[in-house]
């Protein structure tokens, strides 16, 4: 029996907010003699195997780590790392173009390595909130007990004092319920904050890409408006410096007309009277 296991044996657990859980009483080793698992007397619970990586030994008690808070600080701190290197690599990329294809290996194999820590994320949410919903069922539990012996104190049940030290011994499993949950919630925001920043972390290639085709589109437009209207030039400017005949308005019996609408019909009848003598000229010859 090594040295770890005799320092373990008989000491009392406790867990990281202070209850107690149970006595260490024996360990389980592997070949080369490293402590796998240690036994835990917990009363009528009976014996549990416990990992000793959850375990910190202390001088006089054993502090048992829950297993969610080892398995999501160990996905956080390998995330992070995975997502610094991909935006280290992206920007040394972007700098030199040279590097690219040399990159692209060391990309994929980050890019693979964040969606298997998505699968191991989906887990730990799930342990996350089974064990939230764990929480909540032991509060009831803790609420009940407080009003149920509140009642028992008014119809003259139990003393006051008794009433006092139950509010005293809830108030601490109170207190060490809260302090988790919060720690749970705060982990659960930290994996949700990752999650946004890997999404991000291809969001300037992606953006670079929708500026290029929304100029594109507005570089199309622009030219579609600046077609519409054309500019006159060459024969159309000739053409439209020639006076236009303008078409004269039907005159109706009830309205008189000014003098110059009176006067186109007379000068359009002169125009085309002279280019019918000139035709007839140019037959006769």
Not at 236 to 259: K, L, N, Y
Request: proline share 4%; hydrophobic share 35%; net charge negative.
């Amino acid at each position: 029996m090594s040295n770890d296991e005799i320092e373990l044996i008989g000491k009392k657990v406790r867990d990281m907010y202070g209850t107690f859980i149970g006595k260490v009483v024996g360990t389980i080793t592997d070949i080369d003699g490293s402590i796998q698992t240690v036994g835990i007397d917990c009363g009528s619970e009976g014996l549990r195997q416990i990992r000793f990586e959850q375990l910190v030994v202390q001088n006089d008690v054993v502090i048992y780590i829950p297993k969610w808070r080892l398995d999501s600080q160990r996905l956080l701190r390998e995330k992070g790392l995975t997502l610094r290197r991909l935006k280290a690599l992206i920007d040394l990329v972007s700098q030199n173009d040279e590097m690219k294809e040399s990159a692209e290996m060391l990309h994929e194999k980050y890019k693979s390595k964040l969606i298997e820590l998505d699968e191991t994320e989906k887990e730990i949410k799930a342990q996350l909130d089974s064990r939230i919903a764990e929480l909540d069922e032991q509060m009831k539990s803790v609420r009940m007990i407080i009003f149920d012996a509140k009642i028992q104190y008014k119809s003259s049940e139990i003393s006051e004092s008794m009433f006092e030290s139950v509010k005293t011994q809830t108030t601490d499993l109170v207190e060490h319920i809260t302090h988790e949950k919060a720690e749970i919630s705060n982990v659960q925001k930290r994996l949700d904050d990752l999650s946004m920043e890997v999404q991000t972390a291809e969001a300037p290639k992606e953006q670079i890409q929708d500026s290029a085709v929304s100029y594109l589109n507005n570089q199309t437009e622009s030219e579609v408006q600046s077609k519409l209207p054309e500019a006159p030039t060459g024969e159309t400017q000739e053409a439209s410096a020639e006076p236009v005949t303008p078409i004269p308005a039907p005159i109706t019996p009830t309205t008189g007309t000014t003098d110059a609408a009176q006067e186109t019909p007379s000068n359009n009848s002169e125009q085309k009277s002279d280019e019918s003598n000139w035709l007839s000229r140019m037959e006769a010859q």
